[in-house]
């Protein structure tokens, strides 16, 4: 038979646990009211489950005019793409071609030179000029190769210039390589055209200079290549941009359904 002191101490008991199971189960990770387990005397805890998202009706299919639209839209930018690739491509080649027809005509220029000295020389025609040819007394047989060689020392220089002020689009194309390279075998024809008509006196404002001073003067005139080529780079940035009487502009096929 239970006494009231042993009902006392199992009550205290019973309260003790209850206290202690409560304390437990909020000092944990899972936070408040979320039982870890049951404790005397207590309800069991509701159970949350996950977060379910509303559901989201699918969008409203486009009527056929839309449909109509978009692809005219699609159309008409494919179109606009395909007509800058196309230019840029064309562009493109002419600048290698150029350049590669300007090397070849360096290389035969070098080459008549080798075999005949005096067919393009390079000697002041003040003879008190000492010396008055780029190898001394008398033209040499490489006189034209090395002095064009410093004039596409010179397009180097001017190709240089270039690719660190050139602006990289995003696009499958680019201009700028094609560019710079033109800029090489056009320093070096050009130097070798410009010391020709210095040399000779032709300028009338620019004295013939001696041998020694060729190399430096050569150089100048590749550089100086720059002047003639501002305008291919001028022409190449604009079809970069896209700026072309030949652009397609929009055309909407059912103009009185749009306002």
Do not use: E, R, S
């Given at each position: 038979m239970w006494t009231s002191d042993h009902r006392y101490s199992v009550q205290h008991v019973?309260?003790?646990?209850?206290a202690s199971c409560t304390y437990i189960t909020n000092s944990t990770s899972r936070g408040p009211g979320t039982d870890c387990c049951p404790c005397p005397g207590a309800a069991p805890a509701a159970v949350v489950g996950p977060a379910?998202?509303?559901p989201v009706d699918p969008p409203a299919p486009a009527d056929p005019t839309t449909r109509q639209t978009l692809k005219e839209i699609a159309e008409t930018i494919g179109q606009y793409n395909a007509g800058q690739h196309y230019r840029a491509r064309t562009y493109r080649n002419m600048l290698l071609a150029t350049a590669?027809?300007?090397?070849i005509l360096y290389l035969v220029l070098s080459l008549?030179?080798?075999r005949d000295p005096n067919f393009l020389s390079l000697c002041a025609s003040n003879a008190a000029l000492k010396p008055p040819c780029p190898s001394g007394a008398t033209p040499g047989a490489g006189d034209i190769f090395l002095l064009g060689f410093a004039g596409l020392v010179g397009g180097a220089v001017g190709a240089l210039i270039l690719l660190l002020s050139v602006n990289v689009s995003g696009g499958p194309f680019t201009l700028a390589i094609a560019q710079a390279l033109l800029k090489l075998p056009a320093g070096a024809t050009i130097s070798l055209v410009g010391?020709?008509?210095?040399?000779?006196?032709?300028?009338g404002i620019l004295?013939?200079?001696s041998g020694n001073a060729l190399v430096a003067w050569a150089i100048l005139f590749g550089v100086g290549q720059q002047a003639v080529t501002q305008t291919i780079d001028k022409r190449a940035n604009a079809i970069m941009a896209g700026g072309s009487s030949a652009t397609p502009a929009p055309v909407v096929a059912n103009p009185s359904a749009h306002p």
């Open positions: 019973q309260a003790n646990a209850h379910v998202a509303p590669a027809g300007l090397f008549v030179g080798w010391l020709f008509v210095l040399q000779h006196g032709t300028l004295m013939p200079q």
